[in-house]
């Protein structure tokens, strides 16, 4: 079995000095392919370097909660990147970038404005360079969609990460030729609704993600009354994407092997510069 994890942040602080380690273990449980996103200038070459040291694969962009941080050129910086890398066979996409309406400061002015300019304009990018999107969507489904219609580009590729809005939703996604991201939040059975999505939508729509070292599955998450007793909240990784599988596989009635299948190749279908990476796995 082969699997790739499309949304996974190895540069993160959590990891440090350890992400080599962390990537290796990812790869003996047959994790193949981690897509590698970028959230601020100041990564970009961070997760340039670790995909090139890892065989994997990355991401350029400007997320929306370093809106806030960036300056004013940083758009600029993105643009001469993309230019500069744009026949590098590793990067497969733009993003980190979106909007994110959960973050009360990010929806009061100035910020929701400036985010939104953030946003479109990494689109417009992405379009310049005919590259997929990786996309932030936390609460901001409805206006992520209103910016991919304004450009109104007939072949968007790329990715819903963490999806977490309506069937409606999804099939709006899906209609615009994107992919859906599931992870960790699908292991908690209370998530009731993310779960009848995960078992309901077409399968050749979804991808799987850890988004390492956030959205923990639920083996690792501990309660704050557990953390005031002393245990460890655990951290997320890439070699947790076979057992997140195995709980989307239930939820689907397929098997593992099944369902790896059909995800490595929606991931590739979502982020075709991926297939040139992956032959040789």
Sequence with gaps: MKFIDTHCHL??????SAASSVRAEAARHQVVMCVLPAVEVANFESVRTLARAGGDSYALGIHPLYVKAAQDDDLDRLDAALQHYRDDPRLVAVGEIGLDLFVPELCAEPLRTRQQHFYVTQLKLARKYGLPVLLHVR??????LK???????????GIAHAFNGS????????DLGLKLGFGGALTYDRALQLR??????????LVLETDAPDMPPHWLYKTAQQREAGETQGINSPAELPRIAAVL????????ADLAAATTRNALAALPKLAGLVQGE
Excluded: C, K, M, N
């Design 167 to 174: 069937a409606q939703q999804a099939q709006s996604f899906i």
């Design 147 to 157: 910016g991919l219609r304004t450009l109104a580009r007939a072949d968007w590729h």
């Design 11 to 16: 540069d993160a602080p959590e990891f440090g």
């Design 196 to 205: 009848r999505l995960a078992a309901s939508l077409p399968l050749d729509a």
């Design 249 to 256: 596989a239930e939820l689907r009635g397929l098997s593992v």
């Design 139 to 144: 609460r901001s489904v409805d206006q992520v």
